[in-house]
């Protein structure tokens, strides 16, 4: 009997369309045996259960209108035996590569199994495809093989009735429950579902996932008790709660929607097997000033009227069109939320040997983050399942133990708002301490004082009209009036040093100095001693002072000098000089005058050091490290020492003490390490926001991702050797369309490619490789040097002189036309599909009604006709028949003819 998949099936297709070979849609049932099976035993009793059950006799092809499915009298399910000698039992990974084989949907069975016979246990591993199966499935099914097994063993004939296994077939959701979903999902914009720890831009496509194991804790544990009966709420209810409230404190929200699996099985089909339960979109308001105590109560609500309506899939509120948004996120939901009343642990007995079910994912994820929470009699298992794509396992570490912590605090505080709700675990408070980076021990005028009472005759500053030891420096700082000097450098350095003073009455410099730059040198000084601590600059250093007079610049080298005792020179070579300051680009021109490298310190800040230089700097001898200096901002706030070239390209370091850096959200609130906010630096004793963003790590250093996006991307990437780029800046400027596009400028290496457009086709594709999707230019130029300003690529220069310039590096700008024949028969083929005359080669399939099952299929057809190995995907990211033309006819696939 053969019939056309539903909605919900044919996304289960389209999943494995969008990414072939993938798992992710295998389920398994795993389970360790302290004994020896018989194979042939365990052969006949898997053939027993699966005449019983008319899913797991099911098959799928994929036919002209999409997946089929056809349930045959009798499948023969293979069993592969296994010799797993060298160790007592088979291991993890070897059972993860075993699921994570694809089902080819080719009309073969949809269910398979192995036998691994270790030194000491026997280990059997179903798979089925989500098609015919899913979790209480694998509950059934397991129960079912065992009485079949002992049967055979024994000799006996199966139970009554055992032959006539349930049949549930799909039936359509009630008015009722349409109703219900429609006011739930009412209103409702999938735009908080992101965290504040998801990485950046829209990963490449191919569902890869880990799972990460928490036992709550105890504390945890006894909370949970008390909120049931504060909250006259199940474990369920408690446990969903507490994690819509760390996915708010991680970013999610206010308006939230988790998916909640439901069986769509009625009392008296729970041991059918097939594909029945539903995703549930279970919606709660999160706002700020909304207490826990209201938050449980609206889950609590929730929960049980979305229970009460399971036979509505959440497909069904997908828009079939998903326009431009990764075809794989669910745009309902990102995050997940399973409770399973259980012990996770499942120990039976086979046929008098003791076994034990054992937990192994497919190693895949569709989802952002699942929390799947077990329970026994004594504690309680969470399996968090997360898309590597999208999370880190440090982070997802750290998510679950603030989740475990606040869960442990929720008792105390069920009438506190969320606004005020703390997410910082006891392991982020040692990374970051409340009052960051602390050195009081000494300032900057104080270490100016000492010095000139422990080493007055030593040189303070040296400029090309000669020496100023500190003696001199210090009288002239702390005279009543001061002092004229006609030496331009040292007069910068005595009214700096004045700005300091302690006494700020009328008529002194700090007022004198005005408002602006006061600040400004205030800031540079309550970082200098910090700098200096942090580079290890050796009392007495000689720093080369080379930046021009009054620049933010020029102050941080005169102040890590002074900082250490040292000497600020200001020559014409400073080779004497033990630091050197300079922006990345100046470090490219080193060590010109400055002399050898060897031994001596480099200091760059502002934009990443290009690797190319880092390898050379460090080949060279120099002790490099990178600081972060925030656009706008005179001071440094953050450094780290460079050594190796990969490391030269983060941004940020061991924050600088004085510098108070902290990373705040948009409530202005800190955010604890490893998620991403605005900087927020010290000023004049209060927090002020910087346009960074930036986020605390795990051992206490902060990191800085530049600008935010819509105002800059870094491709210092771009600068490496094997790419041919002397130098890269990328601003967004306005193309000939008047389009904003991300454009990069480079300057070709000596001896590379002297073409433009094969010159821009290698940083193109390196681009492509290295970084993430929204930082990749959409074109490339040429130029023969960067314009700079304060050593930097001056970025409005370019963005003005370039405008309306083509930006692919060639003279006609645009890619080179696909052949006309396979564009049009393209065409035509799109007007076939959508049903639509009048087409043309920049009609866009999804906005001309398409969606992603008729997408599939027109895929399907091109494959077919073409023999290129297409993926749904493809045409996400070529949603025209000129785009996708280019995209056959160029070098993965080769096709120049029209499709037929």
Not at 195 to 203: A, F, N, R, S, V
Not at 518 to 542: C, D, H, I, M, S
Not at 818 to 847: P, Q
Request: hydrophobic share 45%.
């Amino acid at each position: 009997m053969t019939s056309s998949a539903t909605r919900r099936e044919n996304d289960l297709w389209l999943l494995e369309t969008l990414v072939p070979q993938t798992a992710v849609n295998n389920l398994s049932v795993v389970f360790e045996v302290a004994g020896r099976l018989s194979a042939e035993t365990l052969r006949r009793a898997l053939d027993d259960v699966v005449l019983r059950h008319r899913a797991l006799r099911t098959v799928a092809r994929v036919g002209e209108q999409g997946l089929e499915l056809d349930v045959r009298q009798y499948v023969e399910i293979p069993l592969d035996v296994l010799r797993v000698e060298d160790e007592p039992a088979v291991g993890e990974e070897r059972l993860r590569r075993r699921i994570a084989q694809p089902f080819a949907l080719e009309g073969g069975p949809l269910l398979r199994a192995a036998l691994f016979s270790g030194a000491e246990k026997d280990t059997v591993c179903l798979v089925a495809h989500h098609l015919v199966f899913d979790a209480m499935s694998g509950g059934v099914v397991l129960q079912d093989l065992v009485t079949a097994y002992e049967a055979r063993v024994a000799g006996a004939p199966l139970p009554d009735g055992f032959a006539e296994g349930l049949w549930l077939p799909e039936r359509e959701p009630s008015a009722q429950s349409l109703d219900f979903w429609r006011r739930h999902l009412d209103g409702y914009r999938a735009d908080g579902l992101g965290l504040w720890c998801d990485k950046d831009g829209d990963p490449a496509v191919t569902l890869a996932g880990e799972v990460h194991h928490h036992v709550l804790s105890p504390e945890a544990g006894a909370a949970v008790t008390r909120l049931r009966r504060a909250l006259r709420a199940p474990r369920a209810v408690v446990l969903l709660s507490a994690y819509y409230l760390t996915l708010a404190l991680h970013g999610a929200g206010p308006d939230l929607v988790v998916g909640v699996p439901a069986s769509t099985r009625d009392t008296a089909s729970q041991q059918a097997v097939g594909y029945h339960v539903n995703m549930l979109p279970l919606r709660a308001r999160i706002g700020a000033d909304r207490t826990v105590r209201e938050v449980a109560a609206e889950v609590r609500a929730a929960f049980f009227e979305t229970l009460a309506h399971p036979d509505v899939p959440a497909e069904t509120f997908l828009p079939q069109d998903r326009g431009d948004r990764p075809a794989w996120r669910n745009t309902l939901f990102r995050h997940v939320f399973n409770y399973v009343p259980t012990d996770f642990r499942n120990a039976f007995t086979l046929a008098a040997m003791p076994a034990v079910q054992r937990l192994v994912e497919n190693g895949t994820s569709k989802y952002d983050l699942e929390f799947f929470a077990s329970e026994s009699a004594d504690t309680a298992l969470l399996s968090v399942l997360f898309n590597t794509q999208v999370l880190d396992l440090d982070d997802v570490t750290a998510l679950v133990a603030r989740y475990d912590e606040l869960l442990a605090r929720l008792p105390e505080e069920l009438d506190t708002p969320v606004g005020r709700l703390s997410c910082w675990s006891a392991a982020d408070r040692r990374a970051v301490p409340a009052d960051g980076p602390a050195d009081r021990r000494e300032s900057l005028y104080e270490a100016v004082r000492r010095t000139a009472l422990s080493a007055p005759d030593r040189v303070a500053v040296r400029t090309r009209a000669g020496d100023l030891d500190y003696a001199a420096l210090w009288r002239q700082v702390t005279a009543e009036q001061a002092p004229a000097l006609d030496d331009e450098r040292a007069a910068s350095a005595v009214a700096a040093l004045r700005t300091l003073r302690e006494d700020t009455g009328p008529g002194t410099a700090a007022e004198q100095s005005g408002g602006a730059d006061a600040r400004a040198v205030r800031r540079v000084a309550a970082t200098a001693v910090g700098l200096a601590r942090a580079v290890g600059a050796e009392q007495g250093t000689t720093v080369r002072w080379a930046a021009p007079t009054g620049s933010p610049e020029s102050t941080t080298e005169l102040f890590l000098a002074l900082a250490c005792g040292g000497t600020a020179a200001d020559t014409d070579d400073a080779k004497d000089a033990a630091i050197l300051l300079c922006t990345p680009h100046q470090a490219a021109d080193l060590p010109g005058v400055a002399g050898p490298l060897a031994g001596r310190k480099v200091l760059t800040a502002g934009e990443p050091l290009p690797p190319a230089v880092a390898a050379r700097l460090l080949a060279e001898g120099a002790e490099v490290h990178t600081g972060h200096r925030p656009e706008g901002e005179p001071h440094w706030v953050a450094v780290r020492r460079v050594t190796t070239a990969e490391g030269a390209q983060r941004l940020g370091g061991q924050p600088l003490a004085g510098a108070a850096p902290s990373v705040v959200g948009p409530d202005a609130r800190p955010l604890p390490p490893g998620l991403r906010g605005r900087l927020a630096l010290a000023d004049e004793g209060a927090p002020r926001d910087s346009a960074q963003t930036a986020r605390w790590n795990a051992d206490g250093t902060l990191e800085a991702f530049g600008a935010t996006p819509a105002r800059r991307a870094e491709l210092a990437l771009l600068e490496r050797a094997e790419v041919a780029a002397a130098a890269a800046a990328a601003v967004p400027a306005r193309d000939g369309s008047q389009e904003t596009v991300l454009t990069a400028w480079v300057v070709a290496a000596d001896g590379h490619a002297s073409d433009d457009r094969a010159f821009a086709d290698l940083l193109a594709a390196h681009c492509a490789a290295t970084l993430p999707p929204a930082a990749v230019p959409g074109g490339v130029v040429r130029v023969g040097a960067l314009p700079l300003k304060d050593g930097r690529p001056d970025r409005e220069r370019l963005a003005a002189e370039y405008a309306g310039r083509p930006v692919d590096g060639g003279e006609d700008g645009g890619e080179p036309a696909a052949g006309e024949a396979l564009t049009g028969s393209l065409v035509r083929i799109w007007g076939e599909f959508l049903d639509t005359a009048g087409l043309d080669a920049d009609s866009n399939f999804f906005t001309e009604g398409g969606h992603s099952l008729l997408g599939a299929q027109l895929v399907q057809r091109v494959k077919k006709a073409t023999g290129a190995a297409l993926r749904l995907a493809d045409l996400f990211a070529n949603p025209t028949p000129r785009a996708f033309a280019a995209l056959l006819s160029g070098p993965e696939h080769h096709v120049t003819g029209p499709v037929g």
